[in-house]
Protein backbone atom coordinates (compact mmCIF):
# COMPACT_ATOMS: atom_id res chain seq x y z
CA UNK A 1 0.00 0.00 0.00
CA UNK A 2 1.49 3.42 -1.12
CA UNK A 3 2.00 5.94 1.43
CA UNK A 4 -0.10 8.32 -0.36
CA UNK A 5 -3.52 6.17 0.03
CA UNK A 6 -5.59 7.95 2.28
CA UNK A 7 -5.66 5.19 5.29
CA UNK A 8 -7.21 6.22 8.46
CA UNK A 9 -5.79 3.89 11.58
CA UNK A 10 -7.00 4.28 14.58
CA UNK A 11 -4.62 1.96 16.73
CA UNK A 12 -6.64 -1.12 18.38
CA UNK A 13 -9.30 -0.53 21.39
CA UNK A 14 -9.44 -2.87 24.48
CA UNK A 15 -6.92 -5.76 25.57
CA UNK A 16 -6.10 -9.24 24.35
CA UNK A 17 -7.21 -11.48 27.24
CA UNK A 18 -5.87 -15.25 28.01
CA UNK A 19 -7.22 -17.69 25.78
CA UNK A 20 -9.67 -20.58 27.80
CA UNK A 21 -7.57 -23.29 25.93
CA UNK A 22 -6.41 -25.30 28.53
CA UNK A 23 -2.88 -24.45 27.48
CA UNK A 24 -3.60 -20.60 27.02
CA UNK A 25 -3.03 -20.82 23.20
CA UNK A 26 -4.11 -18.63 20.93
CA UNK A 27 -4.28 -18.37 16.97
CA UNK A 28 -3.26 -15.65 14.77
CA UNK A 29 -6.39 -14.40 13.79
CA UNK A 30 -9.08 -11.71 13.48
CA UNK A 31 -12.32 -11.31 13.02
CA UNK A 32 -12.77 -9.23 9.78
CA UNK A 33 -16.10 -6.86 9.13
CA UNK A 34 -16.41 -5.00 6.07
CA UNK A 35 -19.60 -2.84 6.81
CA UNK A 36 -20.65 0.84 6.02
CA UNK A 37 -21.88 3.34 8.65
CA UNK A 38 -25.19 2.55 7.48
CA UNK A 39 -25.14 -1.34 8.29
CA UNK A 40 -24.92 0.09 12.31
CA UNK A 41 -27.92 -1.56 13.87
CA UNK A 42 -26.96 -5.25 11.65
CA UNK A 43 -23.47 -4.56 12.76
CA UNK A 44 -24.06 -4.15 16.56
CA UNK A 45 -26.36 -7.61 16.17
CA UNK A 46 -24.09 -9.75 14.37
CA UNK A 47 -21.29 -8.19 16.74
CA UNK A 48 -23.74 -9.53 20.00
CA UNK A 49 -24.29 -12.89 18.78
CA UNK A 50 -20.97 -13.55 18.22
CA UNK A 51 -19.90 -11.86 21.40
CA UNK A 52 -22.31 -13.86 23.54
CA UNK A 53 -21.91 -17.33 21.97
CA UNK A 54 -17.76 -17.58 21.08
CA UNK A 55 -16.20 -14.18 21.75
CA UNK A 56 -16.81 -13.75 25.20
CA UNK A 57 -14.53 -16.09 26.02
CA UNK A 58 -11.96 -16.49 23.60
CA UNK A 59 -11.81 -12.42 23.28
CA UNK A 60 -10.65 -12.45 19.44
CA UNK A 61 -10.13 -8.69 18.41
CA UNK A 62 -12.60 -7.45 15.49
CA UNK A 63 -11.48 -5.51 12.66
CA UNK A 64 -14.05 -3.28 10.83
CA UNK A 65 -13.19 -2.22 7.49
CA UNK A 66 -14.99 0.30 5.03
CA UNK A 67 -14.40 2.10 1.87
CA UNK A 68 -15.75 5.41 3.54
CA UNK A 69 -14.57 6.60 7.41
CA UNK A 70 -16.74 5.25 9.94
CA UNK A 71 -18.33 7.81 12.21
CA UNK A 72 -17.28 8.33 15.72
CA UNK A 73 -20.52 7.05 16.47
CA UNK A 74 -20.62 4.30 14.61
CA UNK A 75 -16.81 3.43 16.49
CA UNK A 76 -18.03 4.36 19.74
CA UNK A 77 -21.25 2.28 19.57
CA UNK A 78 -19.73 -0.58 17.82
CA UNK A 79 -16.57 -0.68 21.11
CA UNK A 80 -19.18 -0.97 23.34
CA UNK A 81 -20.46 -4.32 22.26
CA UNK A 82 -17.18 -5.89 22.94
CA UNK A 83 -14.26 -6.25 25.76
CA UNK A 84 -11.99 -7.01 22.78
CA UNK A 85 -9.34 -5.19 20.70
CA UNK A 86 -11.22 -3.04 18.20
CA UNK A 87 -9.80 -1.27 15.37
CA UNK A 88 -11.61 0.42 12.20
CA UNK A 89 -9.75 1.55 9.12
CA UNK A 90 -10.35 2.56 5.77
CA UNK A 91 -9.76 0.78 2.59
CA UNK A 92 -7.57 2.32 0.05
CA UNK A 93 -9.46 3.38 -3.21
CA UNK A 94 -6.95 1.64 -5.25
CA UNK A 95 -8.51 -1.73 -3.48
CA UNK A 96 -11.79 -0.55 -3.78
CA UNK A 97 -13.34 1.14 -6.67
CA UNK A 98 -13.50 -0.37 -10.58
CA UNK A 99 -9.54 0.48 -11.99
CA UNK A 100 -9.25 2.70 -14.50
CA UNK A 101 -8.39 -0.09 -17.41
CA UNK A 102 -11.84 -1.75 -17.24
CA UNK A 103 -13.42 -0.87 -20.67
CA UNK A 104 -16.33 0.69 -18.79
CA UNK A 105 -18.69 0.41 -22.10
CA UNK A 106 -18.46 -3.62 -21.82
CA UNK A 107 -19.00 -3.54 -18.08
CA UNK A 108 -22.41 -1.37 -18.72
CA UNK A 109 -23.25 -4.01 -20.73
CA UNK A 110 -22.56 -6.79 -18.71
CA UNK A 111 -24.77 -5.21 -15.86
CA UNK A 112 -27.69 -4.39 -18.20
CA UNK A 113 -27.39 -7.97 -18.89
CA UNK A 114 -28.15 -9.20 -15.58
CA UNK A 115 -30.68 -6.73 -14.86
CA UNK A 116 -32.24 -8.03 -17.42
CA UNK A 117 -31.97 -11.10 -16.05
CA UNK A 118 -33.40 -9.48 -13.04
CA UNK A 119 -30.35 -11.48 -10.96
CA UNK A 120 -30.04 -10.17 -7.60
CA UNK A 121 -27.21 -7.25 -7.37
CA UNK A 122 -27.00 -7.01 -11.05
CA UNK A 123 -26.79 -3.69 -11.61
CA UNK A 124 -24.71 -2.32 -8.93
CA UNK A 125 -21.15 -1.09 -9.38
CA UNK A 126 -20.44 -1.01 -5.16
CA UNK A 127 -21.11 -4.68 -5.01
CA UNK A 128 -18.65 -5.22 -7.86
CA UNK A 129 -16.76 -3.32 -5.76
CA UNK A 130 -17.08 -5.24 -2.83
CA UNK A 131 -16.97 -9.05 -4.79
CA UNK A 132 -13.32 -7.88 -5.85
CA UNK A 133 -12.46 -6.70 -2.60
CA UNK A 134 -13.32 -9.37 -0.42
CA UNK A 135 -11.68 -11.72 -3.08
CA UNK A 136 -8.10 -10.58 -3.20
CA UNK A 137 -8.04 -7.17 -1.27
CA UNK A 138 -8.87 -7.39 2.00
CA UNK A 139 -6.16 -9.42 3.55
CA UNK A 140 -3.56 -6.71 1.68
CA UNK A 141 -5.24 -3.91 4.51
CA UNK A 142 -2.21 -3.04 7.18
CA UNK A 143 -4.93 -3.85 10.10
CA UNK A 144 -4.98 -7.34 8.62
CA UNK A 145 -1.71 -8.30 7.60
CA UNK A 146 -0.34 -9.54 10.88
CA UNK A 147 -2.94 -12.43 10.75
CA UNK A 148 -3.42 -15.68 9.18
CA UNK A 149 -6.42 -16.76 9.56
CA UNK A 150 -9.73 -14.48 9.54
CA UNK A 151 -13.48 -15.24 10.68
CA UNK A 152 -15.91 -13.24 8.23
CA UNK A 153 -18.70 -11.38 9.77
CA UNK A 154 -21.38 -9.64 8.07
CA UNK A 155 -24.24 -7.07 9.23
CA UNK A 156 -27.45 -9.17 10.34
CA UNK A 157 -26.29 -12.73 10.82
CA UNK A 158 -27.03 -14.98 13.45
CA UNK A 159 -25.13 -17.27 15.53
CA UNK A 160 -27.27 -19.96 16.96
CA UNK A 161 -24.98 -21.86 18.88
CA UNK A 162 -22.39 -21.84 21.87
CA UNK A 163 -19.04 -22.30 20.69
CA UNK A 164 -16.88 -23.75 23.83
CA UNK A 165 -13.67 -24.37 21.09
CA UNK A 166 -11.17 -22.14 19.45
CA UNK A 167 -12.41 -22.89 15.73
CA UNK A 168 -9.15 -21.16 14.90
CA UNK A 169 -6.77 -23.35 16.90
CA UNK A 170 -8.45 -26.13 15.47
CA UNK A 171 -7.93 -25.06 11.89
CA UNK A 172 -4.47 -24.30 12.70
CA UNK A 173 -3.79 -27.88 14.31
CA UNK A 174 -5.63 -29.64 11.75
CA UNK A 175 -3.98 -28.14 8.98
CA UNK A 176 -6.97 -26.70 7.85
CA UNK A 177 -7.02 -23.41 5.30
CA UNK A 178 -10.70 -22.69 3.89
CA UNK A 179 -14.38 -23.24 6.20
CA UNK A 180 -17.69 -23.03 5.73
CA UNK A 181 -21.11 -23.27 7.09
CA UNK A 182 -22.98 -23.12 4.01
CA UNK A 183 -22.78 -23.93 0.51
CA UNK A 184 -24.67 -23.33 -2.63
CA UNK A 185 -25.22 -22.95 -6.21
CA UNK A 186 -24.08 -19.66 -7.90
CA UNK A 187 -26.17 -18.12 -10.62
CA UNK A 188 -24.52 -19.20 -13.75
CA UNK A 189 -24.38 -15.89 -15.64
CA UNK A 190 -22.80 -14.05 -13.00
CA UNK A 191 -19.34 -16.24 -13.42
CA UNK A 192 -20.11 -16.79 -17.11
CA UNK A 193 -16.58 -16.76 -18.18
CA UNK A 194 -14.70 -17.56 -14.14
CA UNK A 195 -14.63 -21.59 -15.43
CA UNK A 196 -12.84 -20.69 -18.46
CA UNK A 197 -10.00 -18.56 -16.54
CA UNK A 198 -9.58 -21.11 -14.36
CA UNK A 199 -8.98 -23.74 -16.91
CA UNK A 200 -5.98 -20.95 -18.65
CA UNK A 201 -4.51 -20.51 -15.23
CA UNK A 202 -4.51 -24.48 -14.59
CA UNK A 203 -3.11 -25.02 -17.89
CA UNK A 204 -0.14 -22.30 -17.41
CA UNK A 205 0.45 -23.16 -13.89
CA UNK A 206 -0.43 -27.07 -13.53
CA UNK A 207 2.28 -27.07 -10.82
CA UNK A 208 -0.03 -25.16 -8.52
CA UNK A 209 -2.84 -27.54 -8.65
CA UNK A 210 -2.89 -30.07 -5.49
CA UNK A 211 -2.65 -33.67 -6.45
CA UNK A 212 -5.22 -34.13 -3.72
CA UNK A 213 -7.67 -31.34 -5.16
CA UNK A 214 -11.56 -31.38 -4.62
CA UNK A 215 -11.97 -30.88 -8.66
CA UNK A 216 -15.41 -33.04 -8.02
CA UNK A 217 -16.92 -30.50 -5.96
CA UNK A 218 -16.68 -28.01 -8.49
CA UNK A 219 -17.04 -29.88 -11.49
CA UNK A 220 -19.38 -33.35 -12.05
CA UNK A 221 -17.58 -34.02 -15.18
CA UNK A 222 -13.54 -34.30 -14.01
CA UNK A 223 -12.95 -30.62 -14.67
CA UNK A 224 -14.70 -29.96 -18.14
CA UNK A 225 -17.76 -27.75 -16.65
CA UNK A 226 -18.18 -25.82 -13.23
CA UNK A 227 -21.16 -27.08 -11.47
CA UNK A 228 -21.73 -23.66 -9.75
CA UNK A 229 -21.19 -25.29 -6.75
CA UNK A 230 -18.95 -23.25 -4.21
CA UNK A 231 -19.39 -22.28 -0.28
CA UNK A 232 -19.82 -19.05 1.10
CA UNK A 233 -16.11 -18.83 3.28
CA UNK A 234 -16.69 -18.04 6.59
CA UNK A 235 -13.00 -18.90 7.75
CA UNK A 236 -9.99 -18.63 5.22
CA UNK A 237 -6.11 -18.42 5.21
CA UNK A 238 -5.19 -16.14 2.25
CA UNK A 239 -2.69 -18.21 0.63
CA UNK A 240 -4.87 -20.25 -2.10
CA UNK A 241 -5.64 -17.12 -3.33
CA UNK A 242 -2.32 -15.19 -3.60
CA UNK A 243 -0.97 -17.30 -6.35
CA UNK A 244 -4.02 -16.45 -9.04
CA UNK A 245 -5.02 -13.37 -7.80
CA UNK A 246 -3.13 -11.43 -10.29
CA UNK A 247 -4.53 -13.65 -13.00
CA UNK A 248 -8.05 -13.56 -12.05
CA UNK A 249 -7.55 -10.11 -11.36
CA UNK A 250 -6.49 -8.91 -14.92
CA UNK A 251 -9.29 -10.57 -16.40
CA UNK A 252 -11.78 -8.08 -15.11
CA UNK A 253 -14.46 -10.79 -14.21
CA UNK A 254 -15.86 -8.72 -11.25
CA UNK A 255 -16.87 -5.68 -13.85
CA UNK A 256 -17.96 -7.39 -16.59
CA UNK A 257 -19.63 -10.29 -14.96
CA UNK A 258 -20.13 -9.95 -11.42
CA UNK A 259 -18.16 -12.24 -10.07
CA UNK A 260 -18.55 -13.45 -6.58
CA UNK A 261 -16.12 -13.78 -3.58
CA UNK A 262 -17.06 -17.00 -2.78
CA UNK A 263 -17.15 -18.55 -5.86
CA UNK A 264 -13.09 -17.07 -6.43
CA UNK A 265 -11.75 -18.41 -2.84
CA UNK A 266 -13.81 -21.64 -3.23
CA UNK A 267 -12.52 -22.43 -6.08
CA UNK A 268 -8.87 -21.26 -5.25
CA UNK A 269 -9.23 -23.65 -2.41
CA UNK A 270 -10.33 -26.41 -3.92
CA UNK A 271 -8.00 -26.82 -6.34
CA UNK A 272 -4.67 -25.14 -4.79
CA UNK A 273 -5.26 -26.76 -1.83
CA UNK A 274 -5.94 -30.35 -0.45
CA UNK A 275 -9.31 -31.42 -0.63
CA UNK A 276 -9.13 -32.18 3.24
CA UNK A 277 -8.19 -28.52 3.96
CA UNK A 278 -11.67 -27.43 3.47
CA UNK A 279 -13.40 -28.06 6.69
CA UNK A 280 -17.15 -28.33 7.06
CA UNK A 281 -18.12 -26.95 10.80
CA UNK A 282 -20.85 -29.06 11.41
CA UNK A 283 -21.12 -27.58 15.16
CA UNK A 284 -21.62 -23.47 14.39
CA UNK A 285 -25.15 -22.37 13.92
CA UNK A 286 -25.46 -19.76 11.28
CA UNK A 287 -27.99 -17.49 9.75
CA UNK A 288 -27.31 -15.59 6.77
CA UNK A 289 -30.26 -13.85 4.41
CA UNK A 290 -32.45 -16.87 3.96
CA UNK A 291 -29.60 -19.25 4.07
CA UNK A 292 -28.87 -20.78 7.74
CA UNK A 293 -27.41 -24.08 8.80
CA UNK A 294 -28.34 -25.80 12.46
CA UNK A 295 -26.47 -28.64 13.84
CA UNK A 296 -28.69 -31.67 15.04
CA UNK A 297 -28.77 -34.14 17.29
CA UNK A 298 -26.13 -33.92 20.06
CA UNK A 299 -24.17 -30.92 18.53
CA UNK A 300 -27.49 -29.30 18.92
CA UNK A 301 -27.75 -30.02 22.92
CA UNK A 302 -24.19 -29.40 23.81
CA UNK A 303 -24.40 -25.87 21.83
CA UNK A 304 -27.89 -24.82 22.98
CA UNK A 305 -28.60 -23.95 19.99
CA UNK A 306 -31.56 -21.05 19.18
CA UNK A 307 -32.31 -22.51 15.40
CA UNK A 308 -34.12 -25.64 14.48
CA UNK A 309 -32.40 -28.48 12.48
CA UNK A 310 -35.30 -28.96 10.37
CA UNK A 311 -34.64 -25.68 8.69
CA UNK A 312 -31.04 -25.79 7.78
CA UNK A 313 -29.99 -25.38 3.62
CA UNK A 314 -27.78 -28.26 4.40
CA UNK A 315 -30.02 -30.39 2.06
CA UNK A 316 -32.26 -28.70 0.51
CA UNK A 317 -32.61 -27.99 -3.44
CA UNK A 318 -29.29 -25.17 -4.46
CA UNK A 319 -27.24 -26.88 -1.62
CA UNK A 320 -23.93 -28.21 -2.50
CA UNK A 321 -23.23 -29.95 0.80
CA UNK A 322 -24.14 -33.12 -0.44
CA UNK A 323 -21.40 -32.91 -2.94
CA UNK A 324 -18.74 -32.00 -0.70
CA UNK A 325 -19.65 -34.85 1.49
CA UNK A 326 -18.53 -36.70 -1.28
CA UNK A 327 -15.50 -35.87 -1.75
CA UNK A 328 -14.82 -38.28 1.75
CA UNK A 329 -17.61 -40.99 1.03
CA UNK A 330 -18.49 -40.23 4.68
CA UNK A 331 -20.52 -37.38 6.08
CA UNK A 332 -18.73 -34.92 7.74
CA UNK A 333 -19.07 -34.81 11.93
P1 LIG B 1 -24.63 -10.53 0.05
O1 LIG B 1 -24.26 -11.18 1.35
O2 LIG B 1 -23.93 -11.13 -1.12
O3 LIG B 1 -26.11 -10.42 -0.13
O4 LIG B 1 -24.08 -9.01 0.09
P2 LIG B 1 -24.13 -7.94 1.26
O5 LIG B 1 -24.94 -6.79 0.82
O6 LIG B 1 -24.49 -8.59 2.57
O7 LIG B 1 -22.62 -7.48 1.32
C1 LIG B 1 -21.59 -8.34 1.77
C2 LIG B 1 -20.71 -7.61 2.77
O8 LIG B 1 -20.11 -6.48 2.18
C3 LIG B 1 -21.47 -7.09 3.98
O9 LIG B 1 -20.60 -7.21 5.09
C4 LIG B 1 -21.74 -5.64 3.61
O10 LIG B 1 -21.85 -4.84 4.76
C5 LIG B 1 -20.50 -5.29 2.82
N1 LIG B 1 -20.72 -4.30 1.76
C6 LIG B 1 -21.48 -4.44 0.64
N2 LIG B 1 -21.42 -3.32 -0.13
C7 LIG B 1 -20.60 -2.45 0.52
C8 LIG B 1 -20.14 -1.11 0.23
O11 LIG B 1 -20.45 -0.50 -0.79
N3 LIG B 1 -19.30 -0.56 1.15
C9 LIG B 1 -18.91 -1.21 2.29
N4 LIG B 1 -18.09 -0.60 3.14
N5 LIG B 1 -19.31 -2.46 2.58
C10 LIG B 1 -20.15 -3.08 1.71
MN1 LIG C 1 -24.80 -10.55 3.27
Not at 55 to 84: A, G
Not at 183 to 190: D, I, K, Q, V
Not at 250 to 273: M, N, Q, T
Request: aromatic share 16%; glycine share 6%.
Amino acid sequence: VSSSSNLSISSAIGQYKPSPDPDGRRANATFVFLCRNDDLDGVLASVQSMEDRFNRKFHYPWVFLNDEPFTEDFQQRVTLMTDSPVSFGLIPQEHWVQPDWIDENRARRGRQHLMNQRIIYGGSVPYRNMCRFNSGFFFKHPLLQAYRYYWRVEPSVRFFCDLDYDPFLYMEEHDKIYSFTIALEEHRETVKTLWDSVKEFVAENPHLVNPENAMDFLSNDGGEQYNMCHSIWTFGAAKPIQNSLNFWTAKGGWYYERWGDAPVHSIAASLFARKDQTHFFRDIGYKHDRFGHCPGGAQWTAGRCACNPNDAFDYSAGSCLNRFEALFGVPIQ
